[in-house]
């Protein structure tokens, strides 16, 4: 008789699943990626000192291709984990938050993409530095009302807060790229005498983007208001313009008259 071979013809044990990640988990792992050196460096790189925009923000020290990574192994984290990373007083835990926010929205349904919406409205405050509003602004907000009306955006606009003003326009890109200008230059309009150097960069930006895919469309806007722009805004909007083109917007040289059609977002 032969011996049977422990285990021959049974069924293999199923292996037990790995635990669904938490919040508790990653921020284990942010801690343990966190770099003093680095976390002065990006202290000092997005103004956190007294009175400056980032006063107060507080940083692991992590550099944003380890958090994008962490983004792909964590991409199955539950909203309420997303929302404990996005009240975190790290700046880095935000911003991992919101990645994978913006991962979950691009994949996700209908009633998802509304959840994640509302979430982020929520906890709108908590988007506050510049390269935390750039990153998702446009694929959550911008994407969420782009066929929707756009009068959110308008009241972001004359919002206090430097950040939710930005969020306004930042949240436009996702128009401009799909060759959709008229909102875009409608905040601009709205944008155009802001006090902040955040929101002269952004709307710059903007317009410098939609000069690259019309240039007619961005001159139209650019020729009556340059010389009320502030200069920085002016030399954001025109970089990818002539030198020639660029010097004389720069002196003040260029007249309006040659551009005289107001695009269509600015007749009401």
């Not at 994640?116 to 929520?122: A, F, G, T």
């Not at 150097?197 to 469309?217: F, T, Y």
Request: hydrophobic share 35%.
């Amino acid at each position: 008789m032969k011996p049977v071979h422990p285990g021959r013809g049974r069924a293999p044990s199923p292996r037990p699943r790995p635990a669904a990640p938490s919040h508790e988990t990653v921020e284990k792992e942010l801690r343990r990626l966190a770099d003093p050196e680095i976390a002065d460096f990006l202290a000092r790189f997005f103004k956190t000192g007294p009175g400056e925009y980032g006063d107060g923000d507080r940083f692991l020290g992590i550099r944003v291709p380890v958090l994008r990574k962490l983004a792909k192994k964590y991409r199955s984290l539950g909203l309420s984990d997303c929302r404990a990373l996005l009240v975190s007083p790290y700046h880095e835990a935000r911003l991992l938050s919101l990645l994978l926010l913006v991962q979950a929205y691009d994949r996700g349904n209908a009633e998802q993409r509304e959840a994640i919406y509302r979430l982020y409205l929520d906890h709108i405050d908590r988007v506050n530095n510049w390269d935390l509003v750039d990153g998702s602004a446009e694929h959550i907000v911008g994407r969420h009302l782009e066929n929707r009306k756009k009068t959110f955006l308008h009241g972001l606009a004359r919002s206090p807060s430097v950040f939710e003003r930005r969020i306004s326009i930042m949240a436009t890109f996702r128009y401009v790229k799909a060759g959709s200008f008229d909102e875009t230059l409608r905040i601009a309009d709205m944008l155009l005498q802001d006090p902040h150097d955040l929101i002269h960069k952004a709307v710059g930006w903007m317009l410098r983007e939609v000069g690259k895919r019309d240039r007619a469309a961005a001159e139209a806007f650019l020729r009556p208001r340059y010389r009320k722009m502030p200069r920085t805004m002016l030399r954001y909007a025109i970089e990818r313009y002539p030198d020639d083109l660029r010097r004389r917007y720069l002196r003040g040289e260029v007249e309006p008259s040659a551009f005289t059609v107001t695009p269509a977002s600015l007749r009401s």
